[in-house]
């Protein structure tokens, strides 16, 4: 209940500080007799890790997940899985600095007002480092997924630099540092980026996530729609400002009759809509289609930049941010995003089956 | 578990369908000893109730909200509190025509396709009546909040035309039938939604809520974030496709530098940020500035145009959807974006009480 | 979580005080398609009804059962079904003597101590009225289970006069008022009974409830247990003090051998336990013998010989209950401990239908 | 949702199997600023730890405790806090004989009946082991509870041979192997169990637990009622049988005017009871007396005795089990149940908080 913990049926639990001995996170609830072992996790891990690329943070970890408990010989028990990360490259440092600072656009004020003492080292539980996690326990939600649900991210925007959606290519997406589709937008962010590293300032960002091979009939009207649990799912990643779904806020624009997906029946004699404004759900429920969400993250707040601020004893400050950070924090967010996507359906896949005794409509 | 609950400690759970008998709500978690009658209730509910100008659905509901339960003497008891609407206006007709087909854009397929069986009088359980309840949720929640809090919300955009944010007027939002802040934009809206309704057609909208007086500490990291927990519940409002915190999707587009809301010592000796790009919440918890949260809802499905569909039996058809229907849903959005707000301000108010043993930061 | 809700995916939160308009539940998580109206409710709500004897409360309720919500042309639609009883005999009456007085033995103290307000009108939120949507509740649950679940209860002990279990007779339960499964005990506890009435006396009781044909696998370990939750399930009913499964509290006299539930192959080639001291659980989870549940419910507390007490400004006083009160609360616990075996078992084979996709083992 | 956490404001996870390479849990809702280091957990832990005496099993467990989270500067920050204690003596042995057998009075039919699939390990996660990791969260809530709530448990009954109430001691408690606070008893139980254990037999056992200096005011009717979750809590303890509160099952025993606990004004003003059969809850809310809860427990199951049983492949067996156990599990579950009074206190006061923003009644 205070709010460590995600989802209902397939529900993990993280812990864990950016500078602590370890992160780690429990994951109850997973169906038994699923095939699992480390390298299926540290598969999906090693796609977050930092120090990959000259674009995100530096710091070395090599992010070895340990699986400790609710597996043997090689699957799932029905018991809780522990997974763990030991920290590798906390460096020991002066915080004397920044220890009392709040550093405009992080946790830090507000983290101090709630708890009234805060873990100043690396930003301490409030760190994406955390986000490594729900990497992990998005990878035993695939496992629940199975193969007919695929899961994909993309960056598609940064700073305000979009891509060109006609030139949208999945598998240009694995071979270039951004999780970019349009091969010319990878090029061009490449020397925007390096311009702003240079300059120690920072952009934020677009994510898209889609999700293929999703039944009909997934999520739980009224308050916990899909697009619901979802929005939470995405908002709740760090730095997230905004979460849409389908057409998202172009929904406002469109009229009535634009906006309207028609349904038609397909060649193989089942539904077949004929455009996806609706992102995959209706009334909360999924309807079969791609599920298509997408999110904004704000640009990285730690800058060289100095920016005036305050510090916990109410003095006037400048605080200036040095350290190993990303110049945009989006790009380790797609992997992030397509946990989240896999935790969400794999919560409402059991649902689904608890309450229809069936994983599919049939 | 089946979604029909929202909120934590403060916790509602609404139940009815558009043509049952009653449509209702129990809210448990209130504290006790807060006064509370009919009247305090009805007051909100009465600005969401149709009918009320040409621009929202025609169906006649006096929207006459009874307490059941929960209060003695004028006063919250502790005990859960059950409210309830006798639904009046459900005509009586023949659904022969729509009873198994899935009109475009509503919730008909996947209702069925979850289900296998649906409600189809009047959009049965996925009908925008349910949030008649969330409003009166929202009233409750507005005593725990106490005068303090101020919860106000805003249309600011139909269709592609946005309000002019410099000509934001609150007065005006009481005076036009759009709460629209904006006196030239509502004017313009009615001319455009007039239009709009007598081509059967219909348009989207984005809504904008507003929480002043908030004490900086609500929220609770890692996944119950005030921003992830607001997004949900904005989200879970039908019709909802996209949700966004203070600067939101523009967030993307801004440098590190400009997205930093710098803090200075106001003449109060408290806290005082220079700009809201954060909408009032950093790393999941809230700031003590005004909490600023955008929806957009897409436009009404029910239209006069044909759209091609198909039915229960897998036919391919034409839907035209006649019936009492908003051009605009988005208007009467507003006061249920209000109330949303509300219920997740109160949890987190008690939350933030269980944890710390106290309301507000000292 | 003011704790008015009871289950995790078959959940039903109830509402309502004594002399309120009404009582009433949601019941949400019900799997859509099941058969259910009115009467089937009303069966179970009338076993429970007060007046029907003259060994319980002569309040004079017809306690018919409304269904508000979730059915729809006979069947459940998976959205939640609102339940709701109104209240016709809540005697108008001058409260004067005792709203300000705390009867030994009732939760007037402890109510008041909690909350610092408290309806005391016939006992309000803590009056055993609240059980008749339990017993509501619990027959929706019976749906769920279907035909090849059996529960019933018994009264096997008032005072300390216990049956004969040699002489136990399911078919005598329904032919006594005391639902006695033994016809020489219901004999004595006519006799016994009427003489304490006579006296404005009350005497305690124990209650056993039998599942049969419950699938072997329900039951989550390590804090969900099957055990741990009808433990809480039966402690939770008005008056309860005591809790036991299979041999109980005797389980701690006897030996590993002798406590050891043997097992061979029975006829049907299924496993076929010699006895059943783990009352149809181990480890937490159902084995498919039968369940079996005790409860001991204390007498009821009003009582017409005089007791010392306090009153709510701290003065010693004496207090004598008036009023139409049941000399055994423990007969009509008998529906009520039937009622909570059906919701647990209910909402545990829609979590072991979500863990493991199948309702039983196979 | 699959049952390995407790709580709902205070809530802990626990995970880990008897024979894996460790056990942990993961607190979370802790409040910040309470001073915890790794001693005052290892204090608890060691109560519990197995090998202490002849008595219990002779498994040689360091149970050394990490905190690896949530505590910085020897405060708690209201970060989750993970808690983990590496298994060192799971002796690799041939688990050939037993691995497909399924043991009376085991979980190993229901594990595998439920799951499909089992640890066979020492019991995997059906071990005791799992409840060091209860002992640890408890001394995590006594932290929340602080100095005026003091929890003390002993044992009370082995076998048929129970102590005299009338020469209770509290201090004789931790000056025997048994927790027995009846000297002549502890003599007579040394006796007892050296015989048992002679045999390869065992015993079960009664456990009472007593918590003083509970304000009045904790637990939440109707269903989270303090003595309902009390039941739970120590009915999910291993091999618990039956669970009471107060006079308990002795309840059903007693007149009406024998039952009231009769209240006066104490020399201190405040309101004194004059007896104690409610236990120290009153309609599921504490009254400020003390807690009384005994609960009891099945003799071990591992015996040396043959025991007829079934293995996997439903083949008719002999079961004998080696192996290092104890003789009477009630012994260890003395300090488990203490940890379980904790965990429930700890819950329902932040919960009361939360409702009433006070944590006594004033």
């Not at 500078?19 to 699992?36: E, F, N």
């Not at 539904?271 to 990285?300: C, E, H, M, W, Y």
Request: net charge neutral.
């Amino acid at each position: 209940m205070a709010g460590n913990s995600f989802g209902t049926l397939f529900r993990f639990t993280t812990w864990g500080e950016s500078h602590g001995p370890a992160i780690g996170c429990v994951v109850d609830g997973v169906p038994p007799r699923l095939p699992l072992a480390e390298p299926d996790i540290q598969h999906w891990v090693d796609r977050r890790r930092p120090g990959q690329s000259k674009f995100t943070t530096q710091r070395r970890e090599p992010d070895q997940v340990k699986i400790l408990s609710g597996v043997f010989e090689g699957q799932t028990t029905g018991a809780p899985i522990a997974l763990m990360i030991e920290n590798v490259d906390q460096r020991t440092r002066d915080y004397g600095a920044i220890k009392d600072q709040f550093r405009p656009g992080h946790a830090d004020f507000t983290y101090q007002a709630k708890y009234g003492i805060r873990d100043y080292r690396g930003g301490g539980r409030a760190s994406a480092r955390e986000t490594a996690m729900r990497v992990a326990a998005g990878a035993v939600a695939r496992r629940i997924l199975g193969e007919d649900v695929t899961i994909k991210g993309a960056l598609i925007q940064i700073g305000d630099d979009r891509i060109n959606r006609d030139d949208w290519n999945w598998n240009e997406v694995e071979s270039n540092p951004f999780w970019c589709p349009d091969a010319s937008a990878a090029e061009r962010w490449e020397a925007l980026l390096l311009e702003v590293r240079k300059r120690g300032s920072s952009l934020g960002a677009v994510i898209e996530v889609v999700a293929s091979g999703v039944p009909a009939g997934l999520g739980d009207p009224v308050y916990d729609k899909l697009d619901a649990d979802l929005a939470k799912a995405m908002m709740s990643i760090n730095a997230a400002k905004g979460v849409e779904i389908g057409a998202g806020f172009h929904a406002a624009v469109l009229s009535g009759e634009d906006n309207a997906d028609e349904i038609r029946i397909g060649n193989d004699g089942r539904p077949l809509f004929l455009s996806n404004n609706a992102g995959g759900i209706l009334g909360g429920i999924s309807t079969g289609q791609d599920l298509v969400v997408r999110f904004a993250v704000k640009p990285t707040s730690s800058i060289l930049t100095p920016r005036r601020s305050i510090d916990r004893f109410g003095q006037e400050i400048e605080v200036v941010t040095k350290g190993r950070h990303d110049p945009c924090v989006g790009i380790r967010a797609v992997p992030v995003g397509e946990a989240m996507m896999a935790v969400v359906l794999a919560d409402h896949l059991l649902r689904q089956r608890a309450l229809t005794g069936r994983d599919k409509e049939t």
